[in-house]
Structure formats: structure tokens, C-alpha cells
């Protein structure tokens, strides 16, 4: 079956026409125009259909710019060529790889009396259907005539479209596991069902179920668009420990191996090789507070103190250090600052991946405060997800400093069971950025430096307790 079609960009102000316009110039929508026909005797009218409707009448309106198709068109051939699938995936395909937002689907289909019948439908680019509406029928014999009075209707239609449901609003389904999760909308009377109707903004979900780790989730919606969202909740292991040692949460981290360093990042994470923690311990869930450093310290020098629960920061090394000192005169003397390799051990959680959640920097806004979100401050601790071995804030809101010495040629000459640079230098080692930071400096093996006797308000620590 022969096919014609067309993209266009829908442009309600400049009623220009220009081929050669770039459709990432604007933050509207573009939709793919595929039209087909019952049989190859209709097909010859497609073409002077698709000229004169949509060329003819859509740019004169003054809402429509036509985009050059032609790269289009040859990815198509080529993909059903290749038989890279049905003609569904395979325009679904080329829609998100050219982030193309809908498909206008005109469809010719016999009706009785030697007529045929217009059937416009309106499909997101997962091919779900938005919206179907179905035109009076035309004489096959007499073709031309209506077509003036099918270019109205369909011009109407679009203008109904991006007027009402389809472009202005936007749709939300969560898919589940276990599937007898319960989803709500938090802080809001929106009721959660499949595919719930949303004006667009950013919403919070939370998503709970017996046995398993609550969790909640920011997603911003985009208007007009469908959002899908996959979620599998941790379960809670009976085995998992969470302690309290001096008034600080501890969750214990069990020995294992990982590998430490990322292809992706500074050259000071390469190579990348596998290392080995032989002994557990137990970690702070959350970054050490100011309220649990004050009730040791009898000071707070933060910069940012509206409230208890906010890390502290403004600490140096060193005042760490003397805190440690204080906490350990009390009778246990096991607390320290993680090394490097078990604070990535601990903050990868497992995962391979950049995050512990995996590649999508998206995601950081659920799990972690930084450039986009953090507002140039410091959060109270533990509002974000936690990492799948419980810990909080391991991606972003302050840098957390390690115990070990910074040395940029460290991965080069490591050791592979429970490393520690003890050799000298002038910088300390940070991890896990800040506020301040964008994703890519949040990441789990993203290493940070600072000058050990001077404090930052954008770093601060958590704590590592001997088992």
C-alpha cells in the first residue's frame, strides 16, 4: 500500500510558510500525518489529497508550518525494508526517535453506496488512542468537491485538540511492582486510577505496600504528553539491621565486592577495577545533623540553621575529626569517617550503574538535592529516597568528606581489599556532591577534594562505626 505523509508543527502565531524550519526552535508540539487508504484503488487520490488539504488550506489558515519529510520518508523505507517491524512500531519507532509528539492518522475506509468515510484519530507515541472523530462520507466518483468542506473539519478538529483534552492536559500511569501497591497523590485530593487526567506541574506520588519500603516520587508532567512510570518497591529484609549508636541511626553494610571507578566520569576514576571489603560495618542512614553535632560539640557554625534536622556543614576535617573524638570518648571508640571505597561500596548499593538508581540523571530529583532542585541551600536530611541499602542524601545535598587522602593516580596503583590512601598530601577526600552540583557531579563514583583545614557550607559527613 502506497503512503504519504507529512510533519507538521502546529504554530498558532506566525503565519508564514518555510521548509527548511527547525522544529527544535520551538517548545510546541509536532505531529506525524499518516494517511491510508482500504485499497490500492483509493491510493491515487492520497497524494492530491495531502497537497491540497493540508498544504493549500493548513498553511493558508496560518496555524500549520510544513517541515521537510524527506528523511522521514527514507527512515521509513528503510525500516519496513529492513522488516524492523509492523508499520505501528515502526512509526512508533521513528516518533521517538525524531521526538515527535503525535500521530494525526487519516484513514480512508469503503462505505456503503460506492463512498468513503474520513477518520481522524489522534495517537500519543506510544500509540494510544487520544481521540477519534469520523467525517461525513464523500463520493468516490466525485472526489474533488468536498474537499474544502473536509479541510474545514479537519482544521476545526486540530484547533479543538490544542484548544481542549489533548494538548492542554496530560495522563498519568503507574505500573507497579508487587501490582497490590497502593499509589496516592501526596498533599493533594487527586484520586489515583490508570491513566488519571493531569493538568501539567509536578506532582508528588507515594507508593506503599505491606512488606516493602514506602517511597515517594516526584514526576513532572508535560502538557499534552502520556507519562508511563515502572516503580518495583524494595522488600524489607528481616535480616536488615538498623541500629541506634549515640542517638545516630546506623544501618549495617555486609562485606562484598564491587567495581570501583566509572568510564564515564574524570580521569582521576579510571581504571576501573574491582575491590573487596572484607569486613562489614555499620553507616549513618543520614548525614550527621546539626543537632547531633551540637548536643556533642555545645556549637553550630553551619551557614544554613533554619532547622535541627539540616547537615551540618561548615566543618572542616579536622573539626571533624575532634567530634569523633569527643563522640568515641564515650566509651565506644569505633566511630569514624568511611574510606573512600566503602563509602562508593556503600553509595552504588549493588548497582553497577552511575546512581544507585540507576543512569537516568532524571531521577535525581527523587532521590537527591542538587543544581536543579536544591535552591542554593541545604534540605533536611532523610526527605529523599533512600539508596536500596537505606542510606539517604548519598547523591547530592552536601559532600561528605572520607578519611582517606586525595591522590589523582589512586586507581592506578590500588590495593584490592579495603583500599585506604594513607599517603600524603595536601587535599582530603569528598564525595557524593551537593546542592550546588549538577547529576554528573552526584554520581556514585564522582570524586571531590577539599583542603582538610578549611570548612565549606556545602560539605559535611557521615559517620562509619566499626562492627
Not at 500519543?124 to 463520493?139: I, P, R
Not at 502538557?223 to 545516630?248: A, Y
Request: negative net charge; proline residues 4%; hydrophobic residues 35%.
Amino acid at each position: 500500500m502506497k503512503r504519504t505523509s507529512f510533519i507538521i508543527l502546529i504554530f498558532m502565531s506566525i503565519p508564514i510558510f518555510n521548509t527548511n524550519i527547525n522544529a527544535s526552535d520551538f517548545q510546541n508540539k509536532i505531529m506525524f500525518i499518516d494517511c491510508e487508504g482500504p485499497n490500492n484503488s483509493i491510493d491515487p487520490f492520497f497524494p492530491k489529497y495531502i497537497r491540497n488539504v493540508v498544504i493549500e488550506e493548513f498553511v493558508s489558515s496560518g496555524h500549520f508550518i510544513i517541515l521537510d519529510n524527506d528523511e522521514i520518508d527514507e527512515l521509513y523505507k528503510a525500516m519496513i525494508g529492513a522488516k524492523r517491524g509492523s508499520v505501528d512500531t515502526v512509526l512508533s519507532t521513528i516518533m521517538h526517535m525524531k521526538s515527535i509528539d503525535f500521530l494525526l492518522r487519516i484513514e480512508l475506509t469503503d462505505s456503503p453506496g460506492n463512498k468513503m468515510q474520513f477518520v481522524f484519530r489522534v495517537m500519543d507515541s506510544d500509540f494510544s488512542l487520544l481521540k477519534e472523530v469520523k467525517l461525513a462520507s464523500v463520493d468516490k466518483t466525485y472526489f474533488e468537491k468536498p474537499l474544502k468542506e473536509i479541510s474545514n473539519e479537519l482544521i476545526d478538529f486540530l484547533n479543538d485538540l490544542d484548544e481542549k483534552e489533548i494538548f492542554n492536559s496530560c495522563t498519568l500511569t503507574v505500573t507497579t511492582e508487587p501490582v497490590e501497591t497502593k499509589i496516592r497523590f501526596v498533599d493533594s485530593d487527586i484520586k489515583y486510577n490508570h491513566g488519571v487526567q493531569l493538568e501539567s506541574g509536578l506532582y508528588q506520588i507515594e507508593l506503599s505496600c505491606p512488606g516493602f519500603r514506602t517511597e515517594r516520587e516526584w514526576i513532572y508532567l508535560v502538557s499534552g504528553l502520556k507519562k508511563r512510570i515502572n516503580t518495583n518497591l524494595i522488600k524489607i529484609d528481616n535480616n536488615e539491621e538498623v541500629r541506634t549508636f549515640q542517638n545516630i541511626k546506623f544501618v549495617y553494610i555486609s562485606p562484598g565486592s564491587f567495581e570501583m571507578g566509572s568510564v564515564s566520569g574524570e580521569y582521576d576514576e579510571l581504571p576501573v577495577h574491582k575491590v573487596e571489603i572484607t569486613t562489614g560495618f555499620w553507616m549513618s542512614i543520614c548525614e550527621i545533623t546539626q543537632d547531633e553535632w551540637e548536643t556533642v560539640m555545645g556549637y553550630n557554625t553551619s551557614r544554613f540553621k533554619h532547622d535541627r534536622n539540616l547537615p551540618v556543614e561548615t566543618v572542616s576535617w579536622f573539626d571533624v575529626q575532634n567530634f569523633i573524638e569527643k563522640l568515641n570518648q564515650k566509651g565506644e571508640r569505633k566511630f569514624r569517617l568511611p574510606t573512600e571505597a566503602e563509602w562508593e561500596y556503600a553509595s552504588r548499593a549493588g548497582r553497577k550503574t552511575e546512581f544507585s538508581f540507576g543512569e537516568e540523571e532524571d531521577s535525581m530529583i527523587n532521590f537527591g538535592w542538587y543544581f536543579d532542585n536544591g535552591e542554593n541551600k541545604t534540605h533536611p536530611v532523610g526527605l529523599k529516597k533512600p539508596n536500596p541499602w537505606g542510606l539517604y542524601d548519598m547523591h547530592g545535598n552536601v559532600w561528605e568528606w572520607c578519611q582517606d587522602f586525595y591522590d589523582e593516580k589512586y586507581y592506578s596503583n590500588f590495593t584490592d581489599k579495603d583500599p585506604v590512601s594513607n599517603k600524603t598530601g595536601d587535599e582530603r577526600v569528598s564525595r557524593g556532591g551537593s546542592f550546588m552540583n549538577i547529576p554528573d557531579h552526584c554520581r556514585s563514583g564522582t570524586r571531590g577534594k577539599n583542603y582538610p583545614k578549611f570548612p565549606f557550607y556545602f560539605l559535611g559527613f557521615r559517620l562509619v562505626r566499626s562492627n
